[in-house]
């Protein structure tokens, strides 16, 4: 009888506390004045993301309609500034590959990729729109835009320059992006032709490089080395250089460098949301410009790049 009643008891203050449950999760939620907004959740159709503090959700279509991942729900927006036509057609070919490989990683991993050769887009108006600008095979060399640039790295900008947007003899002709922003200095020497190499991972301790192996293979480039010693620089965190086992670096008489020395290809300057990569050189048929290699071939330099890329984002 006793055991009955306790079991009576205990059943009724289940039913009393669920009920009570169901009374509090029932009442209705104030929405909040200032909505607490995760990141946009994307359908094929539409976008939606729900207020973390009181539970408001938003929803629409994509703003065509069309693609996934449209410049409303885009977690960030990414400009690519380079030439097409012109220059060393090894480096144009670059920059058009890199425009169909983007895309795709854009619309993976939820980000807008533009990409222009008007260099004029680096004013304070334009650049407010970008999470990231990226220097695909040149740089500045207007004044205003110079500037602009500038203002846009020390205001907590991010950027991802490629191979030849380090390349000056003139470094003093913009001493801060040469000099204090890269750290590299004047362009010293560089092999021939584009050969693939092993790279040492620096460190591990980035979140460009967390997830790597020791060492990487690279694909194609022309390598640059540099007159600045990075590694005596404090601001700068070397990610990537050519693995010593990976000498001789080149293939073309006279312009192979035949024993080991140390060349960085990939850093960061910790004052800044920035990673150098000297990547984006690919191999090409001078006679008839057919492109004999691709930068976006080696899948953990391919791993590198994106994690880059989104990393630069996440830890702005
Ligand atoms: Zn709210
Ligand atoms: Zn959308």
Request: proline content about 3%; some cysteine.
């Amino acid at each position: 009888m006793k055991n009955f009643v306790s079991s009576i008891l205990k059943v009724s203050s289940v039913l009393f506390l669920s009920l009570l449950a169901a009374c509090n999760t029932s009442k209705p939620v104030e929405p909040c004045e200032v909505h607490s907004f995760g990141r946009w959740h994307r359908t094929e159709t539409e976008h939606f993301r729900k207020c973390k503090r009181c539970g408001y959700e938003e929803r629409s279509l994509h703003d065509n309609g069309e693609e996934l991942v449209c410049r409303t729900c885009a977690d960030f927006k990414v400009l690519a500034l380079g030439y097409l036509e012109g220059g060393d057609p090894a480096h144009s070919d670059f920059f058009k590959e890199a425009n169909e490989w983007f895309p795709l990683q854009a619309k993976e991993n939820g980000f807008i990729y533009d990409y222009s050769t008007d260099f004029g887009k680096l004013n304070d108006d334009d650049l407010a729109e970008y999470d990231v600008v990226m220097f695909m095979n040149n740089y500045p060399g207007n004044k205003a835009q110079q500037e602009a640039f500038q203002r846009y790295m020390e205001n907590g900008g991010c950027w991802m320059g490629w191979h030849v947007s380090a390349f000056t003899t003139e470094a003093t002709s913009w001493n801060w992006y040469f000099n204090e922003f890269l750290g590299s200095g004047n362009f010293k020497s560089n092999t021939r032709n584009p050969t693939p190499e092993i790279l040492k991972v620096e460190t591990h301790d980035h979140f460009a490089t967390a997830n790597l192996p020791q060492q990487i293979h690279s694909s194609h480039n022309e390598w640059y080395s540099w007159s600045n010693d990075l590694r005596a620089n404090k601001d700068i965190t070397v990610l990537l250089s050519l693995d010593p086992s990976t000498f001789p670096v080149g293939d073309r008489v006279g312009e192979i460098w035949q024993t080991y020395v140390d060349v960085p290809v990939a850093w960061a300057n910790n004052n800044y949301n920035m990673i150098y990569m000297n990547m984006g050189h690919n191999l090409m048929d001078y006679n008839d410009f057919e492109k004999e290699s691709r930068t976006f071939s080696s899948e953990e330099e391919n791993e590198f790049i994106l994690e880059s890329l989104i990393g630069l984002v996440d830890y702005r």
